[in-house]
């Protein structure tokens, strides 16, 4: 009989804390979890609760103080080319034109002129901006900046797309406008999301499984699949009856 593939990420024990002996703090943890491959994972809680800390160590950017973090049945030893990165704010390089910031990672790890051109016009369309690719970043609104950096961040074809508050600066209307990119984006590229908000309405829309964290130090409190996803309206009733147990369950965690 076949082995089962590993979990596209998994979180055994882990805990992170800061601080000397004397004034040492517990930020995150103990947290388990598994988290399958197409999996669009939302975490969800309180101000302070280290949705973003968690975040942080799947992507490599630190060690866990405790546990152990897989990916794809590996152990993360820091960041890699499996694993795209969207934070809150853009951060693209103004200097450089919209389809040159996306062949960025690509060009300094020597993909070919001709693959990195193919590649970035393919997911400038796939984002919506075809028609912007020889733009500066200062030329596009902050919706179309931020649909910049998710292609930027699919270039090197990560099977693991982890997004930071993306959406958090952004007016609402642009911030539904891309909430329904994302999904389709998601849908589309089969990757494995794993995504951060302080908004419940966010979690609920895009989620196929919710995950809140109690106040510091973050525990998961909350493990929720979502309903079968459709093209239908934010208030059907299966998404709100899910939005008052997820709302209940942050209230719960913030006191």
């Given at each position: 009989?076949?082995?089962?593939?590993?979990?596209?990420?998994?979180?055994?024990?882990?805990?992170?804390?800061?601080?000397?002996?004397?004034?040492?703090?517990?930020?995150?943890?103990?947290?388990?979890?598994?988290?399958?491959?197409?999996?669009?994972?939302?975490?969800?809680?309180?101000?302070?609760?280290?949705?973003?800390?968690?975040?942080?160590?799947?992507?490599?950017?630190?060690?866990?103080?405790?546990?152990?973090?897989?990916?794809?049945?590996?152990?993360?030893?820091?960041?890699?080319?499996?694993?795209?990165?969207?934070?809150?704010?853009?951060?693209?390089?103004?200097?450089?034109?919209?389809?040159?910031?996306?062949?960025?990672?690509?060009?300094?790890?020597?993909?070919?002129?001709?693959?990195?051109?193919?590649?970035?016009?393919?997911?400038?369309?796939?984002?919506?901006?075809?028609?912007?690719?020889?733009?500066?970043?200062?030329?596009?609104?902050?919706?179309?900046?931020?649909?910049?950096?998710?292609?930027r961040a699919l270039a090197p074809d990560p099977?693991?797309?982890?997004?930071?508050?993306?959406?958090?600066?952004?007016?609402?209307?642009?911030?539904?406008?891309?909430?329904?990119?994302?999904?389709?984006?998601?849908?589309?590229?089969?990757?494995?999301?794993?995504?951060?908000?302080?908004?419940?309405?966010?979690?609920?829309?895009?989620?196929?499984?919710?995950?809140?964290?109690?106040?510091?130090?973050?525990?998961?409190?909350?493990?929720?699949?979502?309903?079968?996803?459709?093209?239908?309206?934010?208030?059907?009733?299966?998404?709100?009856?899910?939005?008052?147990?997820?709302?209940?369950?942050?209230?719960?965690?913030?006191?």
């Amino acid at each position: 009989m076949a082995e089962s593939s590993p979990p596209a990420v998994e979180l055994s024990g882990v805990s992170l804390s800061y601080g000397g002996r004397r004034d040492r703090v517990l930020a995150l943890g103990p947290v388990d979890a598994r988290i399958e491959a197409g999996e669009f994972v939302v975490i969800v809680g309180p101000s302070g609760c280290g949705k973003s800390t968690l975040l942080r160590l799947v992507a490599g950017f630190a060690p866990p103080s405790e546990g152990t973090v897989h990916v794809d049945g590996a152990p993360v030893a820091g960041p890699g080319p499996d694993r795209g990165v969207v934070f809150q704010q853009p951060r693209l390089f103004p200097w450089l034109s919209v389809r040159r910031n996306v062949e960025f990672g690509l060009r300094t790890t020597g993909v070919p002129r001709a693959e990195r051109r193919a590649r970035s016009a393919g997911l400038l369309e796939l984002v919506g901006l075809g028609d912007s690719a020889a733009r500066r970043p200062y030329e596009l609104s902050g919706g179309m900046q931020q649909r910049a950096a998710i292609a930027r961040a699919l270039a090197p074809d990560p099977a693991i797309l982890l997004m930071d508050e993306p959406f958090a600066a952004l007016d609402a209307l642009t911030r539904e406008r891309l909430q329904e990119e994302i999904r389709r984006i998601w849908q589309a590229t089969g990757k494995t999301v794993l995504f951060v908000t302080h908004s419940v309405d966010e979690a609920v829309f895009l989620g196929t499984r919710i995950l809140v964290l109690s106040r510091r130090p973050g525990r998961i409190v909350l493990d929720r699949s979502a309903p079968p996803r459709s093209a239908g309206p934010r208030t059907r009733p299966s998404s709100l009856a899910l939005r008052e147990e997820v709302a209940a369950a942050v209230r719960d965690a913030a006191a």
